[in-house]
Structures are given as C-alpha cells and as structure tokens.
C-alpha cells in the first residue's frame, strides 16, 4: 500500500514553519488589545504560611495601577488543574489564591496596571505579614494521601521461584519544561458579558471547563481560543493562568494580559513529576524475568494536580513492556511544599522506566548476561495481552527496535571495547520503552468531533479542536486528509481550535492526537468524499457508485467522458443541488497499542571532574507508520535532548531550609545545548497499526522514554557502579566514585 | 522607579568629565552582560557612562614590550585575534570560552575585570600574565597589577575609577593556557578556573611560573605555593600530580566547610591535569602562544 501514497509518508515542512523561522508568528505575548491592562503576579517568599496581613493601599497608589487582586476579593472555588472534561472525579484544593501559601511561588496576589511597568513597581509595595507553617520539603517526609496499586500474579510466589533478586531504589527529579515560551495569557471581556481567553494551552475544553467554574459563566460564555505555542512539552496541559486571568478581565472590565518570567516558569507553573522508586526484579538462571515488585514514592508537589492520574499512567506501563507473570506496583502519592508537578512529555513514562531500565541492566550485570539479551528473552510480543486486562499491545515491534538498534550502533563490538583504566572511561548503555495512544481502556471518554468542508474553489477546510503544540499536528492532519482527497496538502486549512466553533476535543495529550485525531481525520475526509460522490452522481446524471475520483477531479464512470475539478464540481452543487460539501464527524477509539522503541548510548566520562560526554545515540522506535518522517525525526532529536539533560544535568531542587528552589533561571538550570548534543541516528519501525490511521502510531512522547536510562546505564557500564539517582552530575558521578568523601554532600 | 541618566562619551575625556560631575553615582558599563542581569538596581538616581562608543578603547596592539589593548575590547575579539593568540594565549583561550556567542559578542574584558565576580574567567589569565590594568580616576592615571586591581575593588579603587586599558609583558620563550570547569562544555559559569604562564629553559624546564586561580574565592589570586613546585620543572604527567596536589592542598584551605568541597577538590585534579597537558602542547608548538622566541 505505501508505494500508492503520495501525501502520507511526505517529509513536508510544519505548516508555519517559515513564519517562526523570519519571526512573522504571533505568538501570546505578542498580542495586544485596545486598552489591554498588563497584571504582575506577587508569589509567596516562604514554603508554607498563612497569610496574616496583606496591604495593597501602597500597591494601588502607583499611578496607572488598576486593580490588586488577592484571596481577599477573588472566588475561593476551588478546582483542579488537569481536569478536561465535566464529572472528571478529582481532589480540587487550588484556588486562585488562598490565605495560606503552600510553596515558594504560590499566587499570593495579582496587580493589574495600564503598564506592565507600574504593575511591576506596584506588585513590590503588596504588604504581606506571613505567618510561618512547617514546611515538608523532602518527599521522604510527607504522608502520602492517595495509592495507586496493580497486579498479575502472585509476586511472592514468583520471587521465590527466582534464582536472582536485584533491589534498587532509583530517583527522578523535578523538570522543568524549558518551553522557549513562558506561561502567558489575554483575557479579553465582551459587553454581553462572554469572555475571550487566548491561551497557548494543549486542551481548550479544559481551559474553557475551568475558566467558567471559577468564573461562574455558561460554558458559551467562555471561548478559548487556541494560541501559537512557542512550545509546552506537557507544561501548559495545566491550566494555570487563565482562570485568573479571566477573572482580573472579567472584574476590570479590560483586557488583561499575564505573561511569566522564566523565573516563574520554573518555580509557579508545572515540573515533572519527582518519582522514588523502589524497584525488586527477580530472574531465574536464564534470565527469564519471574516477578517483579515497584513501590513508588511519587511527589506531586503543593496541590493533588496530576498527581493519581499520572501514577495510574506510571502503572500501566510497567505491564506492556515484558512478559512478567508475576508483578505488583503501588504508589504513594505525597503533597511536598514544593513547586507543583504536572504532565511533561511522556506523563511518567520515563521516570517508571528510568526506574525499570536501570533495574534490569543492574539484574543483567549480576547474571553476567548482555543487557540486551536479557531483554530479548523477556520484551512483549505482536498481539500480546495486558495482564492487568487492559487493551491489546497491538503490532509490537519492540524486538525489531532492539535488533536493529543493535546492528547500527554496533552494540556487540561497543560493549566489548575496553572501558580504559585512565582518566577517560568509555561505556555503553541501552534501554526500551513502551508509551501509550490516548484513553481507550482508562476510565477517560476519548473521542473527538470534527467537521470538514470543500469550498467553491474546492478547497478543504478542516473545523477541530487542533493544538498545535510545534510537534505537526496540523500538517500531519493536512497529510492524512490530502491522501484521502487525492489534493496538495496546501489546498487544506486546517486552523487551531476555538471553543466557539471547533468540535470536541480531548486535547493534545495522552500522545492521542496522531493515532485518534489522525483517525478522525481519516473519518472525516471519507465522508467528505462519500458525500462529493454522492452529490456528483446528481450533476453527473450516474449512480454514486459510478462516480470516479482521481487526482482532484471528478469523472462520470459511465462513459460520458464527462469531468470536473473539484471547484466546478463544488460550484455545481452549490448551484444545482442547493447543498453544502459539509461533514461532521465522531471518531471514538477502539484501541489502544503500545508505542515503542529503543535507545543506544555511547559515553564517555571524566572520572577526575565526572564530567559525562554522550558520544552516539541510536534511536528507533516502533510508531507503526511516519505520516511525516521529517517530523517525527525532529521529535526524536528533542527527545533525546529532554532524555540526555534527565539523565546528567537537569532538575529543580530545594533548599530544605528555606523551600526556595536552587535553580530559578537557565544560569542554574543546565539543558543540553547543541555542542553537547551527540550525533543522533534515528531509525523507524513501520509495520502498521490496524486502527492507526494509515497504520500510524504516536511518537511525541515515546520519544523521550528510553533515552535517560539508556545514559544512565551507559554511565553505569563505564565506570562499573550502579548509580541510581538522576540527573548524574559531574558532583553525583565522583560521590559514586568515591563515596566515603562525599559521605552526606551531594547524596 | 528606578530612575537614571544615561551619559554616551566618545571619548575617555569625555567620559572622565561625566564621571567627574557625577562623582560616586557614576557608574561605568561597556557590554552591560553582567550589569543587566545583576546590577541594573545599584545605579538609582545616579549617572550610566556607557563606554561603548569610546574607540580609544577598542585596540589590541604590540608595543614594544607590551601586547596592549584597550578595555572596551569584546571577548569576541580577543578570540578571534592572532596577535593575542600569539602573545597571550591563556586570554585567547579563555575569551573563547567565557559564556555563549552572544555574550562574547558585548562583554568586554574590562567589564569582565571590573565585575570581578570569583569566577570571572579573564581576570586568572591577566594576573597569570602579569598583565597590568591603566586605572584612571579624576588626574590619576596609574598601571596597576591584577592582583591590586582586583583586591582594591572591594577598597578604594572603584567606584569611579575607569579601566582604560590592559598590559601584558612580552616574555622570551614563553607560553601560557587556561583551562575551565563548568557544569557543561560550554555556556557555562566556572566552577573552578586556572591559568599558567611559564618561561622555558633550553633544556624544557618551566620558570617564572605563574598560576592564577578562580571560583574558589571571592577573586581570583595567584598560587605561589604551587607555583613554586612547578619551578625548574619540565611539563609531565608527574608534574601535574604534583601540581593536584598542591592545588587540593588550597582547595580544602579555602573551601573549607563548603558543600562544595568535596566536588572541587577532586575536579581541580581534573583541571590541573588539562593545563598541565595544554601548557606541554604550547611548548611543543614552540613557544608559540605567549611572548617572543628567542
């Protein structure tokens, strides 16, 4: 089938591409309103506290100040970041702000000013008297005040069967984001009392559900208009700003802009999830894994957030990646007075991978067996079931990612290459993954509505809730539209959604928007053609079924000779038949297969400053058909990216004296930059998923899951540990190399 | 608010005479990439002399025994430029390093000396150099060495005082390098830096030793203990052993109590090694790299 299509499969550019590169998009903070006001936020200084005073009167007697907003004249309904859809069953403790602050960076106040100048001098004269509460800073420390648990089998029984345990307690820190656009937002009111939201978000229904519950307004009186995205990787799938936003504008009756600082993107948005995991594995002689047991502490921060959804997500994938018989997860879900934790690209996945894939190598060390190997005789099947009764695993292609992989990094050769004695230490390291596609099988609706047009010139226009987060979103539903419709994917609009007249949709996230979205697409551009054949047959004189359509045109099949383009046969209908090329379709998936994929790690490491190099990445990755390959490489390439900094240099942390985060701007919060970044070798598993459209599967998020443990355990290859506690910093790497100095430092 | 004047002199003169009629609100900045970030505050109600457009103080020359170049010079430059790769190499090296292409492009060495922050990577090569830097306050003009420069921040040098320029005495058969830690390969603050300029012997071994240290005190300074154990010796892989040591030896002296001192006094090893093997590689280039041949 591949050789016949002509648009799936194209590398074309993102549709905007040329408009980001010369500067011409307009992003949020961008935007401007006739008498738009400019709010600065006031964040609390301390981790936990009540507030006892808060003064404004010097804050409001800045000239051009408006308004200073606080819990002393907001609504003090409370809600919950993460929740997309009405009845979504939740914890909902934040509010737009409260009288006790819960961690550095919490909303204390708000100070809307004609400048954005005078609300920041006015946000420095808000008057706060705290009065201090204990603070829990460290997980370890908190109660937990929710559990999440799974199992197959009997665990014990399978240990007791095991020839090998292998026990390991590996940590993953707090992320952040590092979307080159901060958190920003405009609220703008209309006189009939509707309010305008323009956010840059990844799920206007839920902006929209959230911005009307605090506000107290009918859904339709709530539009959320999707913003270019100047990137969000998981970091404004929460909706954090908008619904105070929303009510400064509705309050002032002004439009109202809010824009954070990469400061406040660090400490008073999302971060990823920080995960302890105590992992136990045990094999029998041949390395077949026989049981496995995952107690995960899971540090959600200073409000619930995310925080049991995401553990449930963190479960699941511990079933679908290999043939364990016997294995039990729980977590224990802890509030810490620390910054809240949110999605983030791959919503758990590579922190329960982080702690699974390191496990494995350190189980693959004490049998003395090749990592690979190990994984070989235990990784999932094609059609393989989910033990815990959860949908089919679909087309796996797990093993042809490890074989493959192997082949093209060498991997047999490289990990038999001396590691050196001397300063320099060489290693290689590898891991798997396996990542999901959208809801189906989880207590989650996942559907999605979406209308599709042919106009008079026989253009298509596409009417959805798009999101387009820089990932292809919309060139990738042009790409799938076009095939159907035989057109240039550039005769096909296919605009960022708005709650005023886009269709349902669950968002873009749960890495459900190729596989679901896609497949609506598909759904749509079918009926569209169904009912072009169907109209054609009337202009036509014919039966529908008679009716061919080829390359753009429409030909009468009975011989006539007869043929339009699709715009005269569009004005035609338009004309004669008096109706509009117009559908609108509900696509409701129907499965949910794994995607999946695998990393190879070359690295070198400095073992007198633990400097660690990566030398060479391998990556492939079972994504059942790239609509787009140019796209999915550049998806895999800032994966690896997240991947390599979540292994040796990115996290936030706390001083647990004073609550404070220690990294609060990029001087401190280290990514991997383009001279660090190894040469990465992609490499594509497609082999078709059935309810994929065109076979596809997603990758955005699979992309980042092997790639931290396959560092983590080519550090560990290197230099013979077994260092469990990401990021590996130069400071961790010499305290793994020389504990007794580093006894009690840089744990 | 935070409100001031901003004065644009052409000329060091001009520039002198705003300073003069602002007396201590007068704040000199040239690239302003440490004054944006950290310092925008300290000049409320004051004057802002921005150096930028004074040309006296944007050459790089040699002059008779001097490499000399004015203080408005960009990181940019001194990296790109041959003369200051021959006489002064250490510099060179370390300008090429100091943070991204876009900084290198505005800051300028002398904003980099007049910040003194502990980690600034130009200040170790210019005292390893035994550069010295024209302080001008008012009818005082005065060629003062790194180390007073740099200590007398904290006295009475600054406020006020306009770096003008700086001068490195060209050695015989000298070479010089500087070597960086940070927390990554590039874009990145030093967590520990040092310099080294030494004269060779005919028959290979180091004198006139010179190492200068940062980001392990509030400034940079010169290590004579460990300067004396590299004298009269050739550039080995013992010889760097020794120089760790050495350099541990004053690492656990002034980071003492530290959290950081576990970690810095392992990774001075590192670095004593890499400047050890870089000042080698220069002798072997012979001697290019600092200084005239003989």
Same mark, same amino acid.
């Given at each position: ?747 | ?268 090893? *590192? ?15 012979? *001697? ?7």
């Amino acid at each position: 089938m591949d050789e016949k299509l002509k648009y799936v499969g194209a590398r074309l550019p993102l549709h905007d591409a040329a408009a980001k590169v010369i500067g011409r998009i307009r992003y949020t903070g961008d935007l401007g309103f006739p008498g738009m006001l400019h709010a600065k936020l006031v964040f609390s200084p301390f981790p936990h506290a009540r507030i006892a005073r808060l003064d404004i009167s010097r804050a409001l007697a800045v000239p051009g100040v408006v308004a200073v907003f606080s819990h002393l004249n907001t609504p003090s309904i409370a809600y919950n970041s993460q929740v997309w859809f009405a009845g979504q069953e939740t914890v909902e403790d934040e509010r737009l702000f409260s009288s006790t602050v819960r961690y550095v960076g919490d909303r204390v106040a708000a100070v809307v000013a004609q400048t954005l100048v005078a609300a920041e001098v006015a946000a420095k004269l808000v008057d706060v008297e705290y009065e201090l509460l204990p603070a829990v800073i460290a997980a370890q420390d908190a109660a937990s005040f929710a559990e999440k648990q799974l199992q197959v089998g009997d665990v014990e029984v399978g240990f007791s069967m095991s020839r090998l345990i292998v026990e390991d307690v590996v940590e993953t820190p707090k992320i952040h984001h590092a979307a080159m656009e901060n958190h920003v937002c405009i609220a703008v009111p209309d006189p009939n009392g509707k309010i305008t939201v323009y956010a840059p978000c990844q799920i206007i229904v839920s902006v929209r559900l959230i911005v009307a519950k605090v506000l107290g307004l009918a859904l339709n009186k709530v539009r959320i208009v999707q913003a270019a995205v100047g990137g969000s990787f998981g970091g404004k799938q929460e909706v954090i700003l908008e619904p105070l936003c929303a009510y400064m504008a509705k309050v002032t009756d002004r439009p109202v802009k809010v824009e954070l600082d990469r400061a406040a993107s660090i400490t008073s948005t999302r971060t990823r999830t920080r995960t302890i995991g105590k992992v136990r594995t045990g094999v029998d002689e041949k390395g077949h894994i026989m049981a496995r047991e995952v107690d995960l502490l899971v540090d959600t921060g200073a409000y619930t957030s995310n925080g049991i959804v995401i553990s449930m997500a963190m479960g699941k994938k511990l079933f679908r990646l290999y043939r364990i018989p016997n294995q039990s997860y729980r977590a224990r879900i802890v509030r810490t007075n620390t910054t809240v934790a949110g999605a983030c690209r791959g919503y758990g996945s590579p922190q329960i991978h982080a702690v699974t894939e390191i496990n494995l190598d350190h189980v693959a060390r004490k049998l003395d067996m090749d990592p690979v190997e190990l994984r070989l005789k235990n990784l999932v099947h094609p059609h393989d079931c989910d033990l815990t009764g959860g949908p089919s695993l679909g087309n796996v292609g797990i093993i042809e990612c490890l074989r493959l992989g192997a082949a093209e990094f060498n991997w047999t050769a490289k990990r038999a290459l001396e590691k050196g004695t001397g300063r320099f230490r060489r290693g290689s390291g590898m891991a798997c993954a396996v990542h999901g596609n959208g809801y189906f099988g989880s207590p989650y609706p996942d559907f999605t509505s979406m209308t599709l047009r042919m106009l008079e010139d026989g253009g298509l226009l596409l009417t959805a809730g798009l999101h387009e987060l820089g990932c292809g979103t919309i060139t990738t539903m042009r790409q799938i539209i076009a095939e159907v419709m035989e057109v240039d994917p550039e005769t096909i609009e296919a605009p960022d959604g708005d709650t005023q007249t886009s269709p349902f949709d669950s968002g873009c996230q749960a890495s459900r928007t190729t596989f679901v979205c896609g497949a609506c697409a598909m759904k749509a551009a079918e009926s569209l053609k169904a009912l072009l054949r169907q109209e054609a047959s009337i202009i036509l004189n014919c039966n529908p079924d008679q009716v061919l359509i080829k390359d753009g045109e429409v030909w009468s099949g009975i011989g006539t000779g007869q043929h339009y383009p699709y715009a005269a046969m569009a004005c035609l209908i338009q004309q004669k038949n008096e109706r509009e090329l117009i559908v609108t379709e509900t696509y409701k998936s129907q499965a949910n297969p794994g995607s999946y994929g695998a990393n190879f790690v070359e690295v070198e490491v400095d073992t007198f400053t633990g400097m660690v190099r990566v030398t060479e990445v391998v990556a492939v990755y079972d994504l059942g058909k790239a609509i787009n390959p140019m796209l999915v490489e550049g998806q895999i390439h800032g994966a690896v990216q997240m991947g390599i900094g979540m292994a040796i240099c990115e996290e936030i942390t706390f001083d647990p004296a004073t609550g404070r985060a220690k990294q609060e701007g990029f001087a401190k919060y280290h990514l991997i930059n383009a001279p660090d970044m190894p040469p990465v070798k992609v490499l594509l598993i497609e082999k078709g998923e059935e309810h994929g459209p065109f076979g596809a599967k997603s990758i955005g998020e699979v992309a980042i899951v092997p790639t931290a443990a396959a560092v983590v355990n080519a550090i560990n290859h290197a230099l013979d540990t077994n260092l469990t506690v990401l990021p590996l910093t130069p400071e961790r790497v010499l305290a793994g190399l020389h504990p007794a100095q580093f006894s009690g430092v840089a744990k | 608010m935070n409100c001031f004047k901003i004065a644009g002199p052409r000329t060091i003169a001009e520039a002198l005479a705003f300073a003069a009629e602002a007396g201590d609100n007068a704040i000199y900045i040239s690239g302003g990439t440490d004054w944006l970030v950290n310092g925008a505050k300290k000049v409320a109600g004051g004057l802002l002399i921005d150096l930028t457009q004074v040309e006296e103080l944007t050459y790089i020359e040699e002059r008779a025994d001097h490499l000399v170049m004015g203080a408005g010079v960009t990181f940019s430059r001194i990296a790109t430029n041959p003369l200051v790769w021959e006489k002064a190499r250490c510099l060179a090296q370390a300008a090429a390093q100091i943070g991204s292409t876009q900084i290198r492009n505005r800051a300028t060495i002398g904003g980099n000396v007049a910040n003194a922050a502990p980690a600034a990577d130009g200040v170790p090569p210019l005292m390893a150099l035994d550069a010295e830097v024209l302080a001008i306050k008012g009818e005082i003009r005065r060629w003062v060495p790194m180390g007073e420069a740099v200590s007398d921040l904290c006295g009475g040098l600054m406020p006020g005082t306009l770096f003008a320029a700086f001068r490195v005495p060209l050695l015989l058969n000298s070479v010089s390098a500087f070597v960086k830690l940070g927390s990554r390969s590039t874009v990145s603050v030093a967590k520990l830096n040092l310099a080294a300029r030494i004269q060779t012997t005919e028959d290979g071994r180091s004198r006139n030793v010179r190492l200068a240290m940062g980001a392990a005190a509030a400034n940079a300074f010169r290590v004579t203990a460990v300067e004396k154990l590299w004298e009269g010796r050739s550039c080995e892989e013992a010889l760097a052993e020794e120089l760790a040591g050495g350099l541990v030896t004053q690492v656990d002296r002034l980071l003492a109590g530290r959290a950081s001192l576990p970690y810095k006094r392992e990774a001075i090893r *590192g670095l004593a090694y890499d400047l050890v093997l870089d000042i080698g590689r220069a002798v072997e280039d012979g *001697g290019r790299g600092n200084g005239r041949k003989a």
